[in-house]
């Protein structure tokens, strides 16, 4: 496939104002970013991503002040958190304000809202001045994307422009807060917690989905997958298969010869950062198998946890 072209924060911004898609550095994983006021401009994300229409696009600001352009009835637990984790990996669900697309709400009476921490985020949000609808930028169903060459593999030259913003720090999506409803909810975690949510509310915190409420994409069983079967293993089990033929291996614990598979740092937020790039490059290995060593079952571990349960749920899947 044709490499996506690099560009600058000026290009970028060019050619957000013409309509089109770019690639856009976030402190979590590149996004897919366009206009979310323009309606041909988010039909394009939906048709490079190959998205069901009814899976909601997250808008992204600049501002924590277009809070209140972009949603109505802002609640204060929502100003709390924004002033908070802004800009940072949080993104808040609340009630929409009339302006926005139902192609970007997917229908819903909410919106999903975030403010990136990214400095080159930042640059083309602030030059650009509007909202951004920007999914992760991978095909639906697939890994998503923390370094510009990810980008680049998924779409090629179909998007105008991938901004070089290196690796991403984070390397997990966003944590989702719904606010929308009586309590507070995680729909998705990510690298901030429950615990640091609850914090800075003085507030409990639920989680999941409550019944009835949108759908989410990143909550479906099958998401974030590589196309390599991948089986999620305690170190005892990990051990009696290194030698099973075709298989390649992901530890954090376990050390392992290169040649068996890779190994990731055994803290949360260092396996979060080098996850998705290590099962990009896995995939590529030609094995039959992917056996990864199951992360500790700690509250630090949610992101990381939920992203491999789903990786395994959709794996081996021809995409
Ligand atoms: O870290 C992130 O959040 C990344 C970067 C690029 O910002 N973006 C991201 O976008 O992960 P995406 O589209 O891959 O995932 C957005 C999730 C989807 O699961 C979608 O269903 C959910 O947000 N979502 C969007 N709007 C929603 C709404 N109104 N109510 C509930 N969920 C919503
Ligand atoms: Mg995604």
Known sequence: MAAA???????AVAALRRGEVIGLPTETVYGLAADASDPAAVARVFALKGRPADHPLIVHLGDVALLDVWARDVPAVAR???ARFWPGPLTLVLPRAARVLDAVT???DTV???MPAHPLAQAVLQAFGGGLAAPSANRFGHISPTRPEHVSAEFGAAVTCVLDGGPCAVGIESVIVDLSGAVPRILRPGAITR??????LGASVAEGAADG??????ALPAHYAPRTPLELLDGAALRARLHDP???????GI????AFGLRLPADAAGYAQGLYAALRELDTRGARRLLVERVPDDPAWAGVRDRLQRAAAGSGQVR
């Open 112 to 114: 999903a809202l975030r």
């Open 213 to 218: 409420s949108p759908r989410v994409s990143g």
């Open 5 to 11: 072209a690099p560009c600058t924060v000026e290009d």
């Open 80 to 82: 709390t958190l924004a």
């Open 246 to 252: 075709g298989v390649l291996l992901l530890t954090h």
């Open 106 to 108: 997917g229908g819903q």
């Open 255 to 258: 050390e392992i010869s290169a």
């Open 195 to 200: 615990a640091m949510l609850e914090a800075a």
